[in-house]
């Protein structure tokens, strides 16, 4: 007979008085503790399935109780009665146990997945991806992920050829990912490979294409032979136009956003409001790409029931083809959509324009600094800024 049952691990309480939540099993008396993700109180505990608010709790803890059931009628087709507490407790860790590292961060991964976090899903999957390359697929247990280890990985992506901030990037998910687990008590500070580490940035140049090079990007007509490339080249510019609009805003413009002569939208990444009057020259571009049957300003993301999956799927695509538009010109560079954001405040820093009004833009330093500035910026001083910039490039103003 085998016992699997969720309950409170009274032994690791947290100091807000709740308490990690596990899986029991029992089988020939012999017990053994599955940790996941959630802490409760005794309370929250008591009411599992009548308060809504921990309702996702309850359903993940009935679909490890269910893997779990399923695990044991498996072991027991292949070994009968025989089969332990531990086979069926380690069959289940090496799929999903939450002390093992890639498991949590699955876990953590669904859950920023449900609730529209999709970014920072992507960051944890790509440094996930990256660890598991270097243990070579095993599974690796938080126990593991020691000190040495993060050292010996970050000498493995070096010896790949990885970039310095890639490297440190990477390092800086996982400890994020390590951080939640040490707050659901998963994990102890004392084990805390990232404890007496710091990782740092590289600063890196900054790409921003001169006036004249823009200008011969504008207007270079890639219909006849690269139509291909057509939609990149003008995202590229849309973004430049409309002061440096990220790739990932691009595609979720929708015709609500615009009000009179001006976009009103929320960054996706930070949820500022942005308000920026709309030139010529963008005008144009959401004429030229009009659909009357699609909310969308642009057709990225038309034909996608799933926005999140519609941008991933855009990105992939309309990166590499950015990047051909900048071989076809024969720039030295790689042309990325980030590209069109530096030329903009680099531009508009020529042209007299304060640093204030730029960093509104772009933010030089932080994101942290931009908030700052753009919650305080006058939208006619912006406004300004841009038609300067656009009547020195293109000439065209409203």
Request: hydrophobic residues 35%; aromatic residues 10%; glycine residues 6%.
């Amino acid at each position: 007979m085998t016992s699997i049952t969720p309950r409170l691990n009274s032994s690791h309480p947290r100091k807000n008085g709740r308490y990690p939540v596990v899986i029991q099993v029992i089988r020939h008396r012999v017990k053994r503790e599955i940790f996941t993700p959630y802490c409760l109180s005794e309370a929250e505990f008591k009411n599992l399935d009548s308060l809504s608010e921990i309702e996702v709790v309850s359903l993940y803890l009935d679909k490890i109780c269910r893997e779990l059931a399923l695990i044991g009628y498996a072991l027991h087709r292949e070994k009968g009665e025989v089969y332990t507490c531990a086979d069926l407790v380690d069959t289940y860790r090496g799929r999903t146990d939450m002390r093992q590292l890639f498991a949590y961060a699955d876990s953590l991964v669904s859950k920023l997945q449900s609730t529209g976090h999709s970014g920072t899903a992507s960051n944890y999957c790509n440094a996930c991806r990256a660890l598991e390359r270097f243990v070579g697929g095993r599974v690796l247990a938080f126990s593991d992920f020691t000190a040495q280890c993060v050292d010996d990985f970050m000498d493995f992506l070096r010896a790949r050829g990885n970039c310095e901030n890639t490297a440190v990037c990477y390092l800086k998910q996982l400890r994020a990912i390590y951080n939640k687990a040490l707050r659901v008590g998963i994990v102890k500070e004392d084990l805390n490979p990232f404890r007496n580490q710091s990782f740092h940035c590289v600063p890196t140049r900054k790409r921003a294409l001169p006036l004249k090079e823009l200008q011969r990007l504008i207007k270079t007509d890639f219909r006849r032979e690269h139509r291909d490339v057509c939609l990149a080249r003008d995202l590229f510019l849309a973004s430049f136009y409309g002061c440096g609009i990220p790739f990932t805003d691009l595609c979720r413009l929708r015709k609500e956003h615009i009000e009179g002569n001006f976009l009103c939208y929320k960054r996706h990444k930070t949820h500022q409001l942005l308000r920026v009057r709309i030139e010529k020259p963008l005008r144009e571009l959401f004429a030229r790409y009009a659909d009357p049957h699609s909310p969308y300003l642009f057709p990225m993301l038309r034909g996608f029931t799933d926005e999140d999956r519609g941008y991933h799927s855009a990105k992939d695509r309309l990166s590499k083809r950015i990047r051909r538009v900048g071989e076809l010109l024969g720039m030295t560079f790689s042309l990325t959509f980030h590209v069109a954001r530096h030329t903009w405040a680099t531009l508009a820093h020529n042209a007299g324009i304060e640093l204030s009004v730029v960093s509104s833009c772009l933010g030089h330093t932080s994101e942290k600094t931009t908030r700052i500035y753009l919650a305080e910026m006058d939208t006619k001083k912006l406004a300004r800024a841009n038609c300067v910039v656009l009547k020195m490039v293109t000439g065209k103003g409203k």
